[in-house]
């Protein structure tokens, strides 16, 4: 049987209106409690005091999440742009087309692909053993995710996952140094503005962690969505052979310079595999400050779990929320969203993913890559499915990319 982690949890959140206390821990899972208490939680965004200080018992110069999100706004406004959809898409594009033909895990591939074609976004310019750390450290990060590596591995084997991420760490450190020294090493990702604009006032360690954090968020959710993506293609002919006929009237170069905009039905498509399959399915949060939540006081260093996979599940706020049907998105649809609120695949404002619409253009980008360049071919007797895990992944769906007839693919200009 699939593993559904929410399944004992359902009940209990509709008899307590979505929020209510399990294992010592406060479910929020109703979508108004959720963007309060998010709110709230994260009302100070002043950063943690420098690692150096800390040792030397003196307070840091604040700096403010804030500072560091709006300096990857500014750089992402340019990652986004037609030229940066185009290198992402060509990315993508070499990813998928050095794996066809070969019997495959297709949701590792969707991993593969999702994250190692969006590592240059935060980080690129690095070297090949470089590159290959990093990808060391996002490879053990998944398997963790995932559950398919050791829980508690024998002591001689321990070491190891740190010793890969401590590896990595320092992979961001040198390359912090080596471009907040030299000019010339400068790169259009979300790394740069951390080296040249923000690393006086943050100092290494918070420049590093800010680094890494994007790295560690590239590893899971992206990769489970585009997963869920290749999922709902294969089992759902009936709405590849629409995205596809809306991308063979659109070019690339109109795809690149007006996102998702020029491509609806893919876009209601994407939206739909984020409401259905949302990633990640909960998320535990520290209590940062004293706040209270649908009439519960949580102190500092308490704990509480929002769930986006909960929230989109209300039945409450949406009709028929466990089938997947895109057209809900369609403008004035009965069973379409009740409200912004209700539907938060990025998470809450003030700490929702900076790189939300850039990640809405890959889903789109790989759609137009699975309809029009590749297909996937899943064995006759495979029926997957889809187990709700910390990331939703779908279970019996290996199978092999193979090349279309170019001749249908869109065109170019």
């Known amino acids: 049987m699939n593993r559904d982690v929410l399944r004992d949890l359902r009940g209990p959140s509709a ?21 309060q208490a998010n709110a709230d939680n994260y009302a100070d965004l002043t950063l943690p005091d420098r690692l150096r200080d800390l040792l030397l018992r003196r307070p840091s110069t604040p700096v403010s999440w804030k500072r560091v999100r709006a300096a990857w706004l500014a750089q992402l406004r340019t990652l986004s742009g037609a030229a940066g959809l185009a290198a992402l898409d060509a990315r993508m594009d070499a990813l998928l ?19 190692r074609s ?9 070297s090949p053993a470089d590159r290959a750390m990093i990808s060391e450290d996002a490879i053990a990060k998944l398997a963790r995710l995932l559950g398919e590596a050791e829980e508690e591995p024998p002591w001689w084997r321990s070491w190891r996952p740190v010793s890969i991420q401590v590896r990595a760490g320092l992979v961001v450190r040198r390359e912090l140094r080596r471009r907040a020294r030299d000019p010339g090493a400068a790169r259009a990702d979300l790394t740069q503005p951390i080296a ?28 489970a969505a585009a997963g869920c993506v290749l999922y709902e293609l294969v089992t759902r002919p009936d709405w590849a052979d629409r995205l596809a006929a809306e991308f063979a009237s659109v070019s690339t170069a109109e795809l690149y310079r007006s996102g998702t905009r020029c491509a609806p039905v893919a876009h209601r498509f994407v939206k739909e595999v984020l409401r259905r399959w949302t990633s990640p399915t909960m998320l535990t949060r520290s209590v940062r400050t ?10 500092v260093g308490r704990q509480f779990v929002l769930s986006p996979a ?3 599940q ?26 912004g609120r209700h539907y938060v695949p990025f998470g809450w404002a003030p700490t929702a993913c900076v790189g939300a619409g850039l990640g809405l253009c890959q889903l789109v980008l790989l759609c137009r890559l ?39 693919a869109t065109p170019d200009d």
């Open 118 to 126: 969006l590592l240059p976004i935060v980080l690129d310019g690095l």
């Open 370 to 408: 699975l309809c029009t360049t590749y297909r996937i071919e899943l064995p006759e007797a495979a029926t997957p499915s889809v187990e709700i895990g910390p990331v939703p992944r779908p279970l019996g769906f290996d199978g092999r990319v193979t090349t279309r007839d170019r001749r249908t």
């Open 310 to 312: 909960m929230v989109h």
């Open 290 to 299: 004293p706040i209270k939540v649908a009439g519960h006081d949580l102190d």
């Open 314 to 339: 209300d039945p409450r706020h949406w009709r028929d929320p466990e089938v997947f049907d895109p057209d809900r998105w369609l403008p004035g649809a009965p069973h379409g969203p009740a409200g």
């Open 97 to 115: 087309g050095a794996r066809t033909g070969v019997l495959l895990n297709l949701p590792w591939l969707a991993h593969e692909v999702s994250f």
């Open 15 to 35: 008899a307590a209106g979505g929020v209510f206390w399990r294992a010592g821990l406060l479910m929020v899972f109703d979508a108004d409690a959720a963007e």
């Open 196 to 223: 040249t604009g923000l690393l006086g006032e943050l100092g290494m360690d918070r420049a590093v962690d800010a680094v890494t954090a994007v790295l560690t968020a590239i590893v899971g959710p992206p990769g």
